[in-house]
C-alpha cells in the first residue's frame, strides 16, 4: 500500500466549497484551517521516506486527534461527535472522489 501522491481531502475545489467546515468562520480561519492541513501533508509526506508504513501513521494521527478531542471539548459527547463528523466527512469525500475517477474512466454512454 502506497502513498498518495496527490493531496487529498480537497482537490481543485476551495476549502469553502466543501461545506466541511462550521458556519461562521472569518476568510481567516478558513485559510489557517487550510494552512494547517497543509502543513500536516508536509509532515506525512517526510514520514512517507522513512518507509514507516501507512497503517501506523494512520494509527498515530488518530489516536493523537481523538485525544486532542476528549483533552479539549466540553465533553466527552462532544469529543465523539466531533470525531464522528470528522470520519463521516472524510468518507463522503473520499466516496465524491471515487465517482468522479468512475465518471472519468466510464464516461457515460449518450
Known amino acids: 500500500m502506497g502513498w498518495p501522491r496527490k493531496r487529498p481531502f480537497f482537490g481543485d475545489r476551495k476549502m469553502s466549497e466543501t461545506k466541511v467546515l462550521g ?9 489557517a484551517i487550510a494552512d494547517f492541513e497543509d502543513d500536516l501533508l508536509d ?4 514520514i512517507a521516506a522513512t518507509d514507516v508504513p501507512v497503517y501506523e501513521v494512520i494509527f ?4 493523537l486527534f481523538s485525544r486532542m478531542a476528549f483533552d479539549m471539548a466540553p465533553s466527552p459527547d462532544v469529543a465523539q461527535e466531533t470525531l464522528k463528523v470528522g470520519v463521516d466527512e472524510a468518507r463522503k469525500g473520499w466516496e465524491e472522489d471515487l465517482n468522479l475517477e468512475y465518471q472519468v474512466i466510464r464516461p457515460k454512454e449518450h
Do not use: W
Open 60 to 63: 498515530a494521527a488518530t489516536k
Open 43 to 46: 509532515a506525512i509526506e517526510r
Open 23 to 31: 458556519p461562521g468562520l472569518t476568510d481567516d480561519e478558513i485559510h
